[in-house]
């Protein structure tokens, strides 16, 4: 899709309401929990002008993350102003992309994430050019490029059951973006964010 397509489409995707996660209801921690971590989807365009999102695969270590694909982000710091400048600040962090380039232009739901005992905001944001990717290596192994529509393609979705304790079976969305496999958290922040930008692109 081209990137001014798309920029000019999301336009219209404040007025669109939240989803919601698939089986959030059934990870929820206990009262009081104060962790949080902000991450971001940034939509950038390629050289060829094709809108594009960026993935990080994180580097193998000792967390319950290790391995993984996700989103740039992290913990919010006390220093943060708010959970969209920490998405911001970590995106700068770990793939060296100006938090003052990047426009925020929709914030998603709040999904808690039992293995890491963290609450997560994410958020949509926007870069009007090719940014040039600056690895943090110590947290981050290499970056997968997605094209925007892969987001919406059939063919890149699947279901799969999860057991859990509060609530049973759940489908649960998997992700295959160039053999990669997107599970997890960041496969249902995607979720919510394909049955989003699915009402304003076509």
């Known amino acids: 899709m081209d990137f001014k397509t798309f920029a000019a489409a999301l336009a219209k995707i404040e007025k669109i309401p939240l989803p919601g996660h698939l089986g959030h209801q059934g990870l929820l921690p206990a009262i009081g929990h104060e962790r949080w971590a902000g991450v971001l989807c940034l939509f950038y ?5 094709i809108a594009h999102f960026v993935l ?10 290790s391995g993984q694909v996700a989103f740039p982000g992290g913990r919010k710091d006390p220093e ?9 600040r970590e995106c700068e962090e770990e793939i060296g992309v100006s938090r003052h380039s990047i426009k925020i232009f929709k914030a998603m739901s709040e999904l808690y994430i039992p293995p890491s005992d963290f609450w997560v ?21 290499d970056l997968i490029y997605v094209p925007a529509t892969d987001l919406l393609d059939d063919r890149r ?4 059951s999860l057991i859990t304790p509060a609530r049973g079976v759940l489908e649960m969305p998997i992700f ?7 599970w997890g958290a960041t496969a249902m922040m995607l979720f919510e964010m394909r049955q989003i930008l699915s009402e304003i692109i076509s």
């Open 121 to 141: 905001k994410s958020y949509m944001g926007l870069i009007d050019h090719q940014p040039k990717f600056v690895l943090q290596h110590e947290e981050v192994a």
């Open 157 to 160: 979705l699947k279901m799969e």
């Open 56 to 65: 990080i695969r994180r580097q193998v270590s000792a967390g319950p993350h």
């Open 45 to 49: 365009p390629d050289q060829q002008g």
């Open 176 to 182: 295959d973006f160039q053999g990669n496999r997107v």
């Open 80 to 88: 943060d102003l708010s959970m969209a400048h920490t998405a911001l």
